[in-house]
């Protein structure tokens, strides 16, 4: 079994589709128990692959930027990511960042918890001024 998640066009199509409804029914007190799979399996890309998962993030964020998916990713699946995968991952989070403004936007959703200072430092030297939030 590879460590690298490699999903089926349609089933990477339902993982985002997924993993965005979960959210909205969140927020509509409404959790959908039958979506929980959504934050699962992302979870468990973040685990076994950085890229993987910060590739679906950006995918998240394309299909949906609204301010609200874009605060759940930052405070979710993305600080998740630094969190255990920092100094593997940072490289190209700040490419990301450099090349598509509204993820550089949302990095300032991010809260440090365990992030590894050396990343941090990163991550907030790229964060917009106007979008920090304290740690």
Same mark, same amino acid.
């Given at each position: ?7 089926? &066009?349609?089933?990477? !199509? #339902?993982? /985002?589709?997924?993993?965005? *409804?979960?959210?909205? $029914?969140?927020? #509509? ?14 979870? $468990?890309?973040?685990? +076994?692959?950085?890229? !993987?998962?910060?590739?679906? /993030?950006? +995918? ?6 609204? &301010? ?10 993305? !600080?998740?990511?630094?969190? *255990? ?16 403004? *509204?993820?550089?936007? /949302?990095?300032?959703? /991010?809260? *440090?918890?365990?992030? +590894? ?6 991550? #907030?030297?790229?964060?917009?001024? !106007?979008?920090? +939030?304290?740690?």
């Amino acid at each position: 079994m590879s460590s690298t998640y490699s999903p089926a &066009d349609e089933d990477e !199509e #339902q993982l /985002i589709d997924g993993w965005i *409804r979960l959210q909205y $029914s969140h927020s #509509q007190g409404k959790p959908m128990d039958d979506l929980l799979w959504a934050h699962t399996v992302l979870d $468990s890309i973040c685990d +076994r692959s950085p890229a !993987e998962c910060l590739r679906m /993030i950006l +995918r998240i964020l394309e299909r949906d930027s609204s &301010d609200f998916i874009a605060g759940n990713l930052a405070a979710g699946p993305l !600080e998740d990511l630094l969190t *255990r995968h920092g100094p593997a991952i940072v490289d190209a989070i700040e490419s990301a960042a450099l090349s598509k403004p *509204r993820f550089r936007e /949302i990095l300032g959703g /991010i809260w *440090r918890n365990l992030i +590894r200072e050396d990343v941090w430092d990163r991550i #907030q030297a790229l964060r917009l001024p !106007e979008v920090g +939030r304290s740690e």
